[in-house]
Nanobody, 117 residues
């Protein structure tokens, strides 16, 4: 079993910044990629971005230019740096990990991000 623990969520004003972190622990053989999803109230869960173990990054259009993803492979940790936050970024953010190269195997419990004045 693998556990994903997210941290860093909270309340921030529009235009502000937050950094989320996600650490994987447990029976980790290999991590191919980690990623972030989010789900706003009443909306479908959507992909925010991903990072492979080799450092290839993909960010979805709604967050391009404002969010960035990084990782510390030695710590099995991924980070989501969120800048210029907007009220529409309000959501529960979930961390995911791909350990087989073909799907998201584990999900974190989610961390709430609220952007409001």
């Amino acid at each position: 079993q693998v556990q994903l623990v997210e941290s860093g969520g909270g309340l921030v004003q529009p235009g502000g910044s937050l950094t989320l972190s996600c650490t994987a622990s447990g029976s980790i053989s290999r991590i191919y990629a980690m990623g972030w999803y989010r789900q706003a109230p009443g909306k479908k869960r959507e992909l925010v971005g991903t990072i492979t173990s080799g450092g290839r990054i993909n960010l979805e259009d709604p967050v391009k230019g404002r969010f960035s993803i990084s990782q510390d492979n030695a710590k099995n940790t991924a980070y989501l740096q969120m800048n210029s936050l907007k009220p529409e970024d309000t959501a529960v953010y979930f961390c995911v990990v791909d350990m087989g190269g073909d799907r998201w195997d584990y999900w974190g419990q989610g961390t709430q991000v609220t952007v409001s004045s």
